[in-house]
T-cell receptor, first 112, second 109 residues
Framework: DVKVTQSSRYLVKRTGEKVFLECVQD?????MFWYRQDPGLGLRLIYFSYDVKMKEKGDIPEGYSVSREKKERFSLILESASTNQTSMYLCASRGTPGNTIYFGEGSWLTVV | RKEVEQDPGPFNVPEGATVAFNCTYSNSASQSFFWYRQDCRKEPKLLMSVYSSGNEDGRFTAQLNRASQYISLLIRDSKLSDSATYLC??????????FGSGTKLNVKP
C-alpha cells in the first residue's frame, strides 16, 4: 500500500512564527501535492511538485512556499503564520498520469 | 463558478436504503474522475474511479455522463459504516485535480 506520512498531526503556532510541515511518501512517486481543506471550500491546491527541486503554484500559493530536495519528501513552509492559515493541511502523492492520488493523514494547524 | 459542484446534503437515510449522489463538473476537457470517501477529521480515501462505461464495486456503482458533464455514485443496501462525506474529484491537465466540497451521508439504524 502507498504510505504518505505527515509527521506533524496537530500544531498550535503563534502569529508570525515560521511553520514547517513535512511529508514523506514511500512509493517513489514523482508527483506530490499540498492542499488545505476548509469547511465549505473543499480542498484547495497550494503547491505541487512533479520532480525533485521542481514546483508549481496551485490555486492559493500566497503566504506559502515549498521545498523538494529529495523525491520522497515534500515540505510546506509558512514563512510568517497568520490566523487565516488555520486549517487542515493535506499532503498527497501520485505516480504515473491517470493514477489516483493518495493522501497523508493531515496536519491540523491552529495559528493564534 | 466552481469547477466541481456537489449537493452538500446531509442525506439522512435508514439502513438498507439506496442513495444516490450527483456531481457536476465545468471543464469538458476533464479526463479522469473519482469518488473519495472522507470520515470526520480524517484524510480522503479513494472509494472508486469512474469509467466511461460505468463501473461497480460491490454495493457501489459509479457512472459518468460526459455529454451532461456529471458523475454519479449509487450506494445500495446502505450500512451504518457508510456514514461519511463523499467527495467528487475531477482531473484534467495532468496534475490538476478539482475536488467537490463533498456530500454528507448519515445512515441511521
Amino acid at each position: 500500500d502507498v504510505k504518505v506520512t505527515q509527521s506533524s498531526r496537530y500544531l498550535v503556532k503563534r502569529t508570525g512564527e515560521k511553520v514547517f510541515l513535512e511529508c514523506v511518501q514511500d512509493m517513489d512517486h514523482e508527483n506530490m501535492f499540498w492542499y488545505r481543506q476548509d469547511p465549505g471550500l473543499g480542498l484547495r491546491l497550494i503547491y505541487f511538485s512533479y520532480d525533485v527541486k521542481m514546483k508549481e503554484k496551485g490555486d492559493i500559493p500566497e503566504g506559502y512556499s515549498v521545498s523538494r530536495e529529495k523525491k520522497e519528501r515534500f515540505s510546506l513552509i509558512l514563512e510568517s503564520a497568520s490566523t487565516n492559515q488555520t486549517s487542515m493541511y493535506l499532503c498527497a502523492s501520485r505516480g504515473t498520469p491517470g493514477n489516483t492520488i493518495y493522501f497523508g493523514e493531515g496536519s491540523w494547524l491552529t495559528v493564534v | 463558478r466552481k469547477e466541481v459542484e456537489q449537493d452538500p446534503g446531509p442525506f439522512n437515510v435508514p439502513e438498507g436504503a439506496t442513495v444516490a449522489f450527483n456531481c457536476t463538473y465545468s471543464n469538458s476537457a476533464s479526463q479522469s474522475f473519482f469518488w473519495y470517501r472522507q470520515d470526520c477529521r480524517k484524510e480522503p480515501k479513494l472509494l472508486m474511479s469512474v469509467y466511461s462505461s460505468g463501473n461497480e464495486d460491490g454495493r457501489f456503482t459509479a457512472q459518468l455522463n460526459r455529454a451532461s458533464q456529471y458523475i454519479s455514485l449509487l450506494i445500495r443496501d446502505s450500512k451504518l459504516s457508510d456514514s461519511a462525506t463523499y467527495l467528487c474529484v475531477v482531473n484534467y491537465n495532468f496534475n490538476k485535480f478539482y475536488f467537490g466540497s463533498g456530500t454528507k451521508l448519515n445512515v441511521k439504524p
